[in-house]
C-alpha cells in the first residue's frame, strides 16, 4: 500500500473545514497578552497619519513620472521545495512530494505536487494549483484545484480551499478541503515538526490523514477517515538546501477503504523504510 | 535590483577555514586599468584604500573582479579598489565630485550623514535618476560640518558588492584631539554569493544562515542542569510565539567573510605606531548586514566622535556598532603589537587586523565569545527578564552609571541648567509620551509581535555584552560602551528649542516570511513622513521586533534624548535595541525628499524604508 494512493474520504464539507480552522488559528495568534495577531482596536494610530496627504509620487519635490524606486517588497520571488523525494523499500516505488511558489510576501501561486512512481509508471498523482494569500502572520490561505491522476481508477477534480502557515510551537500545518463532482467532498490535513538533533542533523516527524465525504468504489475509498500515515526521517543537510535521509513509514486505513483493500487482497497497514532526498532552491 | 552577477558556488565547495578566515592576500585583482590609474594619481597610502584630497574629485565605478576566499568574484568597486578611496576633504570647502558609471547598470553614490541641498544626496528615486550607464552626474555641495563619514552606493545590493569608502573632513579650526597616527578602520562584509539570490533564499527559510539554533541536545543539557520544569520553561515563549533565541542576525559566516579595511582575518590589516603615540582610530561601520563588537586587548579606547560629531571622551574597553554608524576613538599604545578585534554580534566570525610597531607583527587574537540566547527583555522589554534578569539588569545599570558620574561631574551641573531651559513639566513635550500607539497596520501579516512594554533606558550594551566581567568573559571593570556614555560636547546640540510636535513610528517586522517595515507597512504601501521647514519636531522610535536596526536619517541630524527628554548627542545613525522604544529631536533646515531606513541592507530592502518630505 502506498501512502500517496490514500487520500481518503469524508464528512466535512467545504465551510466546515476552512473556516473553523482560520478560527482555531487565529485564537491560537490571539495567545500571550496580545503579542501577536489580533485586531486593531478602534483608536489605533493611522501610520499615514503624518504625510500630509502626499505619497511618493505625488507632493512637493517628488521626482517626475512614475515611482522608480521599488524595494523587494514588490519584487516577486519564487522557490520549489523537494520535501520528500523517496524510495519506499516494500512497495518498491518512488514518491515526490513537491510544493513550488512564485509570488510576493502576501500574494503567491502555489503548486503542491505528489506523486507515485512504480516499474516506471505514474501510478497515482495529486496535484493542487492554489492561489495563496496571507492570512495572518504566519498562515496563507489558499484557494484553487486540486486534480488526482489514477493509473487505475478514475481520476477526479476538485475545488480546494486551505490553510497553511506555522502554527505555535514549530508545528508546520497544512489542511485543505475538497469540494468534487458529484456531491464529493474530502478533507485532507499534513503536520511536519523539524527536531534539530545538530545544526545539521534533523529528525522530522510528519503525519498526514485523509477524510471523504462518501464512498468512491472506483478508487477504493471509503467515506470518513480514509487513511492516517506517520513518519520519521532523520536527515542530515549538507547544505540547508540539500539534505539525504533516511525514515521509516507507517499507514493505516480505516473504514470502508480498509474494507476495499481487503477484498483486493491488500494489507490494511503496512510499515516500511523509505530513504530519499530533501532540496530547496 | 542589480542582477548580472555569476551563479555562486556553494559555500560547501570551499574549505571552510578558508571560508572564515579568507585568503591572505584577498581583495582586488592586480591588472589595473588604465583609465584607473589616471584617477588614482596621487594617492598616498592610508589604510588600504588611496586617498583623495582637494576640491575637485573624480570617481570611476566599475565592475572588478576579486577574491576574498579563493574564488573570483565580480565586485562593484570605486576607482578600482575596495574599500573606496578615502576623500579627505575640508569644511567650509565646495567640493565637485565627479562620479562616472561603468556598470552595465545604474548606480549612486550616497554621502552618508553628509548635510547638502537634497538633489546631492544620492538615493535614486528620491534625490535623483541615478547614474546611467556611461553617465557622468556632477556632485556639487558645500561642506558645512566636518568629521568621519563615509559615502556608499544606494543603489541595489551594490554597496554589498564593493562600493563603500570613507570620508574625512577635516575641520577648519584644526582637530580637537591631536593625534601622531591617523587611521581609517572600515569594518565591512564580503559574500561570495549574488547578494538577490541571499535575499531569495532568506524569503524562503529565514533562518538559513544561522547555525546557531537551538537544538534536542542543547535542550537535554538545559535539564540536567536546570531540570526538566525549569529546561521546558526557558522555551515556552519562544516557541509558542515561533521565535527563534538564537536569531541575532539574518546573515553569518555562513555566507560572509568579516573584512577590516577591504583585508580578511588571514589578511591581518595592520596600522604603524611609534611608541608613546596617540593614534586615532576612526571605526565606521561600513558593513551591509554585520555589527561589529569591537575591542583592542590591552588597549583603553577614548571615544572621541560618534557619527562624526565630537562627544566628550569616553573611555571603554568595548564598544557595538552597526552598519552606517562610526566611532572616533583615541588609544595610547606601549606595547609592540596589539589585536584589534571586531567579533560580528552573532558570534560566528570576526575581522581582524593589527596595530604594532613594525609590520608583520601579530598580537593573540582572542576566541569569539560564544552567542548567547536572547532574553525576554530583548522580547518584551521592560517587563520582561523575571527576577534574574531584573538583577542582572541593574547591576549593570548601576556599574556603568556609578563610572558616569565620576567621569562626567562637570557635565552633571550644565544637565541641570538645561533642564531649565527646557520649559520643565509645564510643556507636554518636555518629555517623550510613554504611551504606546501602535499603528492599525500593525494587526496584520507583517508583524509578528508587537510590544507593549518597551525598555527605554540607553544604559543596556545589548545581548551578549551584558555583564561581561561578572560572567568571566572579560577582565574584571571592563567597560562597554552605551548609548548612554555619549554626550555632544557643548555647542553641538544648538537648536534648544522644545519639540513643537511629537511623531511616533514602531519599526516592524516578520522573520518568518522575512519582511521588515516601519508600522507594518513597507515602503511600496507606505506614504511619506512630512516635516515643515526648520521645525522642531520629536521622533519617537519604539522597536517592536527582535533585532537591533540601526535608523539612519538622511538629510538632518538625530539628536538623541533621554526618556526624561534630557538632550544628549547628535548622530546621524541610531540603533534601537529589540523591544526598545528612543527618541530624538530633529531640525530639518534642508528642503526635499530624503531617505529614512534601517541601515542593515537587506532590512532596507526589505522594506524598512520610509520617504520623509521636508517642505
Known amino acids: 500500500m502506498r501512502l500517496i494512493a490514500i487520500k481518503p474520504l469524508t464528512i466535512l464539507a467545504f465551510t466546515v473545514g476552512a473556516f473553523p480552522v482560520n478560527t482555531v488559528l487565529a485564537q491560537m495568534d490571539h495567545s500571550e497578552m496580545q503579542m501577536q495577531g489580533g485586531s486593531a482596536p478602534a483608536d489605533a494610530r493611522d501610520p499615514h497619519a503624518y504625510s500630509d496627504g502626499y505619497t511618493l509620487t505625488e507632493g512637493p519635490y517628488a521626482q517626475p513620472g512614475s515611482r522608480q524606486l521599488k524595494l523587494a517588497d514588490e519584487h516577486a520571488f519564487w522557490s520549489i521545495l523537494g520535501d520528500r523525494l523517496e524510495y519506499q523499500e516494500d512497495s518498491d516505488s518512488t514518491v515526490y512530494d513537491v510544493q513550488a511558489w512564485y509570488g510576493t510576501t502576501y500574494d503567491r501561486f502555489v503548486i503542491k505536487a505528489e506523486g507515485d512512481i512504480a516499474d516506471g509508471t505514474l501510478e497515482e498523482s495529486s496535484t493542487d494549483l492554489l492561489w495563496g494569500h496571507a492570512l495572518n502572520a504566519y498562515f496563507d490561505t489558499q484557494l484553487g484545484v486540486r486534480l488526482d491522476q489514477y493509473n487505475e481508477g478514475k481520476d477526479r477534480q476538485w475545488l480546494a480551499f486551505g490553510v497553511q502557515g506555522l502554527a505555535p510551537y514549530w508545528f508546520e500545518l497544512d489542511v485543505t478541503a475538497y469540494v468534487g463532482d458529484d456531491g464529493r467532498t474530502a478533507l485532507s490535513a499534513e503536520a511536519e515538526y523539524e527536531l534539530l538533533l545538530t545544526q545539521k542533523l534533523i529528525l522530522q516527524p510528519r503525519a498526514e490523514l485523509n477524510l471523504y465525504g462518501k464512498d468512491d468504489a472506483e478508487n477504493g475509498l471509503g467515506s470518513g477517515l480514509s487513511d492516517l500515515a506517520v513518519g520519521l526521517r532523520l536527515r542530515y543537510e549538507f547544505s540547508r538546501q540539500f539534505a539525504p535521509y533516511i525514515g521509516v513509514e507507517w499507514t493505516d486505513t480505516y473504514g470502508d477503504t480498509a474494507d476495499y483493500r481487503r477484498a483486493a487482497g491488500e494489507d490494511t497497514s503496512d510499515t516500511q523504510f523509505v530513504a530519499g532526498l530533501r532540496f530547496w532552491f | 535590483m542589480t542582477h548580472g552577477f555569476p551563479r555562486p558556488k556553494q559555500p560547501w565547495q570551499l574549505s571552510r577555514r578558508r571560508f572564515v578566515q579568507g585568503l591572505a592576500a584577498g ?54 579598489s575596495i574599500p573606496a578611496p578615502t576623500l579627505r576633504l575640508r569644511e567650509g570647502d ?15 553614490i550616497h554621502w552618508h550623514g553628509i548635510l547638502l541641498p537634497y538633489q546631492m544626496d544620492g538615493v535614486p528615486g528620491i ?14 555641495f558645500t561642506l558645512r560640518q566636518s568629521g568621519t563619514y563615509w559615502y556608499h552606493s544606494h543603489s541595489g545590493f551594490q554597496e554589498m558588492t564593493g562600493m563603500y569608502g570613507a570620508l574625512i573632513i577635516e575641520p577648519r579650526a584644526g582637530e580637537r584631539h591631536r593625534a601622531d597616527q591617523d587611521y581609517v578602520v572600515q569594518l565591512s562584509d564580503w559574500t561570495d554569493e549574488d547578494p538577490m539570490h541571499t535575499f531569495s533564499k532568506l524569503k524562503v527559510q529565514s533562518d538559513v544562515y544561522n547555525f546557531n539554533q537551538p537544538t534536542f541536545f542543547d535542550f537535554t543539557a538545559d535539564v540536567s542542569k536546570m531540570g526538566l520544569q525549569a529546561a521546558l520553561e526557558k522555551r515556552q515563549m519562544w516557541n509558542q510565539m515561533r521565535m527563534n533565541p538564537t536569531d541575532l542576525a539574518d546573515l553569518s559566516a555562513a555566507t560572509l567573510t568579516f573584512l577590516m579595511n577591504g583585508t580578511t582575518p588571514a589578511g591581518n590589516w595592520s596600522g604603524l605606531f611609534q611608541r608613546g603615540d596617540r593614534v586615532r582610530l576612526r571605526f565606521i561601520n561600513a558593513a551591509s548586514n554585520s555589527f561589529y563588537d569591537v575591542r583592542i586587548p590591552g588597549l583603553k579606547l577614548t571615544v572621541i566622535q560618534a557619527d562624526g560629531q565630537d562627544v566628550e571622551p569616553v573611555t571603554v574597553d568595548e564598544f557595538r556598532f552597526g552598519p552606517g554608524e562610526t566611532y572616533d576613538v583615541m588609544v595610547e599604545p606601549q606595547d609592540d603589537a596589539y589585536t584589534i578585534f571586531a567579533q560580528s554580534m552573532e558570534r560566528s566570525g570576526y575581522a581582524r587586523g593589527t596595530l604594532s610597531v613594525r609590520q608583520g607583527l601579530t ?47 562637570g557635565g552633571m551641573a550644565m544637565d541641570h541648567s538645561m533642564h531649565g531651559m527646557q520649559q520643565g513639566s509645564e510643556n507636554p513635550l518636555a518629555k517623550p509620551s510613554s504611551t504606546i500607539h501602535h499603528a492599525r497596520t500593525e494587526y496584520g501579516a507583517s508583524v509578528d509581535q508587537r510590544v507593549d512594554t518597551p525598555s527605554t533606558n540607553l544604559d543596556d550594551p545589548g545581548i551578549g555584552l551584558r555583564n561581561l566581567s561578572q560572567r568571566g568573559l572579560r577582565p574584571q571593570g571592563h567597560r562597554v560602551l552605551t548609548l548612554a556614555d555619549l554626550k555632544s560636547i557643548d555647542g553641538v546640540l544648538d537648536d534648544r528649542r522644545p519639540p513643537a510636535r511629537e511623531l511616533e513610528l514602531h519599526l516592524t517586522g516578520n522573520m518568518e516570511r522575512y519582511s521588515w517595515s516601519f ?40 539628536e538623541l534624548e533621554t526618556a526624561q527628554g534630557e538632550l544628549r548627542v547628535r548622530r546621524h545613525t541610531i540603533p534601537v535595541q529589540p523591544a526598545q522604544r528612543i527618541s530624538y529631536l530633529t531640525t530639518p533646515h534642508d528642503l526635499g525628499r530624503w531617505a529614512w531606513h534601517c541601515h542593515l541592507l537587506f532590512h532596507m530592502d526589505a522594506g524598512m524604508f520610509r520617504e520623509v518630505v521636508v517642505s
Do not use: C
Open chain 2, 27 to 80: 581583495g582586488v585583482l592586480a591588472a589595473t586599468p588604465s583609465w584607473l590609474q589616471a584617477a588614482a594619481k596621487g594617492a598616498t597610502a592610508l589604510g588600504s584604500a588611496p586617498v583623495l584630497s582637494g576640491r575637485e574629485i573624480d570617481l570611476v565605478i566599475a565592475a572588478t573582479p576579486v577574491d576574498f576566499t579563493g574564488v573570483t568574484r565580480m565586485a562593484t568597486t570605486i576607482n578600482g
Open chain 2, 519 to 558: 508600522d507594518g507597512l513597507e515602503f511600496g504601501k507606505s506614504t511619506p513622513v512630512s516635516l515643515r521647514h526648520n521645525e522642531r519636531v520629536r521622533i519617537i522610535l519604539q522597536n517592536d521586533t527582535m533585532m537591533t536596526h540601526p535608523m539612519h536619517l538622511h538629510g538632518m541630524w538625530s
Open chain 2, 94 to 108: 565646495d567640493v565637485t565630485i565627479r562620479v562616472t558609471n561603468r556598470l552595465p547598470v545604474s548606480t549612486s
Open chain 2, 127 to 140: 534625490s535623483y535618476p541615478g547614474i546611467a550607464p556611461g553617465e557622468t552626474f556632477v556632485y556639487r
Open chain 2, 363 to 409: 598580537a593573540p587574537v582572542p576566541e569569539p565569545d560564544s552567542p548567547e540566547w536572547l532574553t525576554m527583555k530583548d522580547m518584551m522589554g521592560a517587563m520582561g527578564g523575571g527576577a534574574m534578569g531584573h538583577d542582572m539588569m541593574k547591576m549593570d545599570s548601576m556599574g556603568q552609571t556609578k563610572m558616569d558620574h565620576s567621569q562626567m561631574s
